[in-house]
């Protein structure tokens, strides 16, 4: 009896502890009006930690912020919404997707123009979502009104504001490490350009003009070192004009628009054409000519036009390599570009600079010949396989259906078979030299490629490729399932009589309800309507797991790939609970008669996720996501709640305890 009375206090207690119903990102409403226009701010300030979803996101993923607004008959919207700061952008592993999200604070402004000049109200609400690194929120609804052509220009309405945190420079411009990785790669990009026919020759010849120039030894080195510094200038002022004219307002479109993606990727093709030697990509003849006579002039105005002459002399091989590092820049952050093309013209730079200082290391420089042409090639298989990007962003984005996971994986195997067969001397483009013999490291570098294909042909089947998922459609494009296929066959055996383990079908008081739309991870099977699971645990005399989740929980995707796989985990589930998975975030209407009226906000609660987002609240204290619940078959609570915790174990010993508490 002590135990029992214990053993309730403990659970109460921990209830309490647990039941907390988190806020973390605040709002404010303000308007500025000036005659019959105005725009109206609705300001995010987001705590420590958290993230706020970007009101455009790819299908698939967690639910994107949104305004949404009770009337507009009376005004008309000027322009698009703008954000401030622009959303950083990664890759996310769980939901194999690009997302985009701010950090700290988020300012999102619309210009609106009035229809009449009489006092309006202009009400709604902002449906947003927010994460951490271990749990989600549903989405949660904060309304707004602003009250126009009332005398006053602007007014602040807050809704549990908070004092505004400073913004860190991660939140203004994305991750530095994705700014870092993009620096270094262009970095290499510009080493690669250096070994392409149109640049390598020119490196002596520039050298020579620098040392011949009869000037002092001295100040030939200081014409040299001003040289190079041009040519980081150039192409780092290229990326400044890209900066401003694709900076921040042009960001969702150019990331999400089927024009620019499916324009981008033609861009590829051209350049990887170019590269085979189709044809060349050239700049004028007059420009270079006027800029060649200017070098005449000598001095630095001499070295800066030699390091402009060079960039449009250069430009049939550079071009393609600068135009795929401002495609791939070009999404509405100003320092991107700007960085790209300044680690670019970085590398491009070094050796001339380098070579100029010390004429004595040109001795030591390999001779011009065939394989110059070999990487230009090299560079096109690889500007046309990283081209598919782009027209699969249109895809995903407008549901074309054109370029799903299977047909963007086969054509990047058959790319990268075909650049293996073209290192071995196999495939010959018009401007090849004869390939006499492999050379060591062709021969090193096609082994790379093929083995490369061969990683990605398990994909085929299924296989999430982890190590390149950023450049691939979603698994859910995947037509061919093959987890599902052993899921199906293994059901079939289990009906024969076969003996399958704990791959056993569980046993289904009634078809669960949403279960067209709505699936259990790994074959489990259960229920996604709170009543109809109670109902079916009676029944079978079993105990309850609820999993209080949501389409667009990272988390939740997380736990249920790392630890509800685990094998333990998989035969408890099955065998041992009747599983009710309650979706927080799900859009689905419900029928009037199911329709419920919060006692917590006294909102009307008409949907499928905001009837279960308000009984986890009202139940259990608790908003945020995931979140589990072992309950007896009379809905009474066994063990204290779980939270995320990716350590199986942790997980075998919370299931085990349940059941030992519901056979007491």
Not at 12 to 38: C, H, M, R
Not at 326 to 342: D, H, N, T, Y
Not at 615 to 637: C, K, S
């Amino acid at each position: 009896m002590r135990k029992n009375i214990l053993f309730a206090l403990l659970i109460l207690f921990s209830v309490q502890v647990y039941s907390q119903i988190l806020e973390p990102v605040k709002w404010t409403f303000d308007f500025n009006q000036d005659g019959g226009k105005a725009v109206l701010q609705f300001h995010a300030t987001i705590e420590e930690g958290w993230h706020l979803y970007d009101t455009s996101l790819p299908d698939g993923g967690p639910i994107p912020t949104s305004i949404n607004y009770s009337d507009t008959t009376q005004f008309e919207f000027i322009g698009e919404l703008k954000k401030e700061p622009q959303p950083t952008e990664e890759f996310d592993k769980t939901f194999q997707l690009d997302l985009r999200f701010f950090s700290h604070e988020a300012t999102f402004s619309q210009e609106v123009k009035l229809k009449t000049d009489q006092p309006i109200e202009i009400d709604g609400f902002v449906e947003f979502m927010c994460c951490n690194d271990e749990t989600c929120l549903p989405p949660t609804e904060a309304d707004f009104s602003f009250k126009l052509n009332s005398g006053k220009t602007s007014s602040v309405e807050s809704i549990n504001t908070v004092e505004p945190k400073l913004m860190t420079d991660k939140g203004k411009e994305g991750s530095m490490d994705t700014l870092w990785l993009f620096l270094f790669f262009s970095f290499l990009a510009g080493l690669a350009a250096i070994l392409t026919p149109c640049v390598f020759p020119m490196i002596p010849m520039t050298v020579s003009f620098f040392m011949h120039s009869g000037e002092s030894k001295l100040k030939s080195r200081l014409h040299a070192a001003f040289y190079g510094f041009s040519i980081i200038a150039i192409y780092t002022i290229v990326g400044t004009l890209v900066a401003v004219l694709f900076g921040p307002d042009a960001a969702n479109w150019l990331s999400t628009h089927w024009l620019p993606n499916t324009l981008f990727f033609i861009i590829f093709v051209v350049f990887a054409f170019s590269f085979f030697g189709m044809f060349e990509i050239v700049l004028p003849s007059w420009l270079v000519n006027k800029s060649d006579k200017q070098v005449d002039k000598g001095g630095f105005l001499g070295s800066f036009f030699m390091a402009l002459t060079l960039v449009l002399v250069s430009f049939s091989c550079t071009g393609p390599i600068v135009g795929a590092i401002l495609v791939e820049s070009a999404g509405g952050q100003v320092l991107k570009p700007i960085i790209g093309m300044f680690g670019f013209s970085l590398a491009f730079a070094l050796p001339f600079t380098l070579f100029a200082l010390f004429p004595g290391w040109l001795s030591n420089l390999p001779k011009s010949g065939g394989w110059l042409n070999s990487v230009k090639v090299v560079l096109g298989f690889l500007e046309l396989a990283l081209g598919l990007k782009f027209l699969s962003i249109a895809d995903q984005t407008y549901h074309w259906g054109i370029l799903d996971r299977e047909v963007y994986l086969a054509l990047w195997i058959v790319i990268f078979i075909l650049l293996g067969f073209y290192l071995l001397g196999k495939l010959k483009f018009s401007h090849d030299s004869d390939v006499k013999f492999v050379s060591v490291p062709r021969l090193m570098l096609s082994i790379l490629t093929f083995a490369f294909v061969v990683y990605l042909i398990p994909g085929m089947f299924g296989a999430p490729l982890k190590a390149i998922a950023g450049y691939l459609p979603p698994q859910t494009t995947h037509d061919f399932d093959l987890h599902k296929i052993i899921r199906d066959e293994v059901k079939l055996v289990s009906s024969t009589g076969g003996t399958i383990g704990f791959y056993e079908e569980n046993t289904q008081c009634e078809e669960p309800k949403f279960s067209e739309f709505l699936h259990l991870p790994h074959g489990l099977e259960g229920y996604f309507d709170y009543e109809q699971g109670l109902a079916c645990a009676k029944a079978l005399n079993k105990p309850i797991f609820i999993d209080f989740t949501g389409h667009g929980c990272v988390n939740c995707r997380e736990m249920e790939a790392n630890v509800w796989s685990d094998p333990r985990v998989l035969e408890r589930l099955k065998n041992d609970f009747v599983i009710i998975a309650l979706y927080v975030d799900d859009k689905t209407k419900l029928p009037e008669s199911e329709w419920i009226t919060s006692s917590y906000d006294g909102k009307l609660k008409k949907t499928l996720g905001k009837k279960y987002a308000d009984f986890q609240i009202t139940r259990f204290g608790v908003n945020a996501q995931p979140y589990y619940v072992l309950l007896d078959n009379n809905g009474e609570l066994l063990v204290e709640p779980k939270a995320y915790d990716l350590n199986p174990d942790n997980f075998v010993d919370f299931l085990d305890e349940g059941k030992k508490q519901f056979e007491r």
